[in-house]
């Protein structure tokens, strides 16, 4: 599966909407980019995916470049609750793993 | 619609022991995952299991393994406990039609002394 690269840790204000970035450079045309969070102390929760097209959901966009070369995960209005280390993964289609990196550490600030 | 429980949330063992890990997927999932979660490190993929058979694993040894019961529920195992066992298991489940969407439970907490 292609690497991703993510920031190691961001901040954001509540209220506005939080621009979370993701490279994946070496992504292939059969890999979909994922999305996911996880609060301190739970489990990783799913947020979105998307191969090609923009994806929209009740928690958050997904935008996707032309060449697919990076993705912007878009939380609208940032919560304190949406405090988490966010994971993006690539993951081949047909393959049965998420190969979860370090993540970006995301604090939401009152 | 139930969600992913695992159990037991937290225990300790030492050294050489075996451990336990039980898993009840969510309502009407049909693939099991697990992953290892060191402190400060993202999950690792364990392995998966689909209709009772392995489906898939990753870079662990053979000391690791698992089961999947016909109704969906999984167990994994653990010989030999290292120090470096001591990590966060999560198990997650999925629809074989949407291998990329996990549910994951809250996990099992296991210090290896």
């Known amino acids: 599966d292609a690497k991703t690269t993510q920031p190691t840790s961001m901040d954001c204000a509540e209220g506005r909407a939080a621009n979370l970035p993701c490279n994946h450079s070496?992504?292939?045309?059969?890999?979909?980019v994922y999305w996911y969070r996880q609060i301190h102390s739970q489990g990783p929760q799913y947020i979105i995916h998307?191969?090609?097209n923009n994806e929209t959901n009740e928690m958050a966009s997904l935008i996707i470049t032309e060449d697919r070369k990076s993705s912007t995960l878009i939380l609208p209005h940032a919560t304190l609750r949406d405090t988490a280390v966010y994971y993006c993964?690539?993951?081949?289609?047909?393959?049965?793993?998420?190969?979860f990196g370090k993540g970006n550490q995301v604090v939401v600030i009152p | 619609e139930t969600g992913v429980t695992q159990s037991p949330t937290h225990l300790i063992k030492t050294r050489g022991q075996q451990v336990t890990l039980r898993c009840s997927s969510q309502s009407g999932h049909n693939t099991v995952s697990w992953y290892q979660q060191a402190l400060g490190q993202g999950p690792q993929f364990i392995f998966q299991?689909?209709?009772?058979?392995?489906?898939g694993r990753g870079n662990f040894p053979p000391r690791f393994s698992g089961l999947q019961f016909p109704n969906y529920s999984s167990e994994l195992n653990v010989n030999a406990l290292e120090l470096d066992d001591s990590a966060l298991y999560l198990c997650a489940s999925s629809l074989a039609s949407s291998p990329g969407e996990l549910f994951f439970g809250e996990g099992s907490r296991l210090t290896v002394l």
């Open positions: 998307g191969l090609k």
């Open positions: 070496t992504i292939s045309g059969n890999e979909y």
């Open positions: 299991y689909y209709r009772e058979e392995e489906n």
């Open positions: 993964i690539v993951r081949v289609d047909g393959n049965n793993r998420l190969a």
